[in-house]
C-alpha cells in the first residue's frame, strides 16, 4: 500500500507563498499522474493541478498563472508552489496519485493552507 505525506501547509497573508510537498512511500508503478486537489468547507472537492508522468501539467484557471506544479520522479515527491495567495485560496490540500493502467487513486491526509490578515 502506497501512502503520501504531504507537508508545507499553514497560515500566511494574501499576496504571500507557501510550497507544498507531497512524498509517496515508495515508487508507483506505472505511468500515472500526480495531482494536488483542495476543499473548502461547504465546497465540493476541486483539482487545483496536475502533471503527468512525462511533464505535462493541468492546471485550474483560477490558480493559472499563480500556481506551479512540478514532480521529482527520483524522490516520488510532487510539489506546489502557490504564489499571490488569496483568501479564496484557504482549503484543505490534498495529494493524490493516480494510475492509469487499473485507475487505482492514493491520497494524501490533507494539508490545511489559510489565506488570512
Known amino acids: 500500500q502506497v501512502q503520501l505525506v504531504e507537508s508545507g501547509g499553514g497560515l500566511v497573508q494574501p499576496g504571500g507563498s507557501l510550497r507544498l510537498s507531497c512524498a509517496a512511500s515508495?515508487?508507483?508503478?506505472?505511468?500515472?499522474?500526480m495531482g494536488w486537489y483542495r476543499q473548502a468547507p461547504g465546497k465540493e472537492r476541486e483539482l487545483v493541478a496536475a502533471i503527468a508522468s512525462g511533464g505535462a501539467t493541468n492546471i485550474a484557471d483560477s490558480v493559472k498563472g499563480r500556481f506551479a506544479i512540478s514532480r521529482d520522479n527520483a524522490k516520488n515527491t510532487v510539489y506546489l508552489q502557490m504564489n499571490s495567495l488569496k483568501p479564496e485560496d484557504t482549503a484543505v490540500y490534498y495529494c493524490n496519485i493516480h494510475r492509469y493502467f487499473d485507475n487505482s487513486d492514493y491520497w494524501g491526509q490533507g494539508t490545511q493552507v489559510t489565506v488570512s490578515s
Open positions: 515508495r515508487s508507483i508503478f506505472g505511468a500515472n499522474t
